[in-house]
């Protein structure tokens, strides 16, 4: 879990320029049929909880890195899949 955050610190981090970020709310991770084996029930599906979805980083001098940890938690009852992350 914490190597998973790391990986989406550094790739947002990489991403920023100088405007703010905004992380749309995650949604199940459902991956597409073709990959899966039997479908998981709504009920027993995995649920992506995000406190904070946005993070405004102000005024970046050019040049200057600016990192931000979002804390993403699964309230679902199955494996929660971060497929992709990219700036909003």
Known sequence: MKKLILALCLITASLWAQEAVKVKPAVPAVPPAAQT??????????????????????????????EHAFMIKNMGKSDLEILSAKPG
Do not use: I, L
């Open 37 to 66: 084996a039997p479908a998981v029930s709504p009920e027993n599906a995995a649920k992506a909880f995000v406190a904070e979805d946005t993070f405004d980083a102000g005024n970046v001098t050019k040049g200057k890195k600016v």
